[in-house]
């Protein structure tokens, strides 16, 4: 299994982007997925998880980040608006498969004020 993630750039306060995580080596529409971040001196942290017929978020971007499956091109996205300062992170997709974690390489968002 292989995670590619990208997307993350700079973005002033208030402005938006979207992540995907490209998904490969194994049959992944109806794998959850997950998205984490890590901020400079902070452990890493969930984000969005998304399973078939649930999606969950951390309560600190509940109403500005969504999370959707494309299955088309076997991907997962982050759509990421409002966003704050406090954004800022390396941020992570993540899968478990056969009892294994997998995890993208990462993809840093930096939010200016």
């Known amino acids: 299994v292989q995670l590619q993630a990208s997307g993350g750039g700079l973005v002033q306060a208030g402005g938006s982007l979207r992540l995907s995580c490209a998904i490969s080596?194994?049959?992944?529409?109806?794998?959850?997925v997950g998205w984490y971040r890590q901020a400079p001196g902070k452990q890493r942290e969930f984000v969005a998880r998304i399973r078939p017929g649930a999606l969950s978020y951390a309560d600190s971007v509940k109403g500005r980040f969504a999370i959707s499956r494309d299955t088309a091109k076997s991907s997962v996205n982050l759509q990421m608006n409002s966003l704050k300062p406090e954004d800022t992170a390396v941020y992570y997709c993540?899968?478990?498969?056969?009892?294994?974690?997998?995890w993208g390489q990462g993809t840093l968002v930096t939010v200016s004020s």
């Open positions: 993540h899968v478990t498969f056969s009892g294994t974690d997998y």
């Open positions: 080596g194994t049959a992944s529409n109806f794998l959850p």
